[in-house]
């Protein structure tokens, strides 16, 4: 079992950036996907999640309006679009699933993807 994430980078505040999350290895019927993210000297941080049967996403106050979850099933692969980003977006940017489903409970993951870095400069 296997997420590998991409798609980050260094932007400018107020741009827009897309990271993947390709998910391989079983069937992920039933499992939630989240996003994760922890800046620098700070714990991990819930970002939004998505289940993979209904698509019906969950997202984390502070990123609500400006991020979006989605997936293609036929591609396995989870995508959040990120908006109007700020310097407090600077972060590594982690995939992660649980037979849980959606949940802010971290250790609930039994599946964790390598991480893609967010720069976000002023």
């Known amino acids: 079992v296997q997420l590998q994430a991409s798609g980050g980078g260094l932007v400018q505040a107020g741009q827009s950036l897309t990271l993947s999350c390709a998910l391989s290895?079983?069937?992920?019927?039933?499992?939630?996907t989240s996003w994760i993210r922890q800046a620098p000297g700070r714990d991990r941080d819930f970002v939004g999640c998505?289940?993979?049967?209904?698509?019906?996403?969950k997202d984390a106050d502070s990123v609500k309006g400006r991020f979006t979850i989605s997936q293609d099933k036929a591609k396995s692969i989870v995508y959040l679009q990120m908006n109007s980003l700020n310097p407090e977006d600077t972060a590594v940017y982690y995939c992660?699933?649980?037979?849980?489903?959606?949940?802010?409970?971290?250790?609930?993951?039994?599946?964790w993807g390598q991480g893609t870095q967010v720069t976000v400069s002023s």
């Open positions: 992660a699933a649980s037979r849980n489903g959606c949940t802010k409970d971290l250790t609930s993951y039994d599946v």
């Open positions: 290895g079983r069937t992920f019927s039933g499992y939630g």
């Open positions: 998505i289940w993979y049967t209904s698509s019906r996403t």
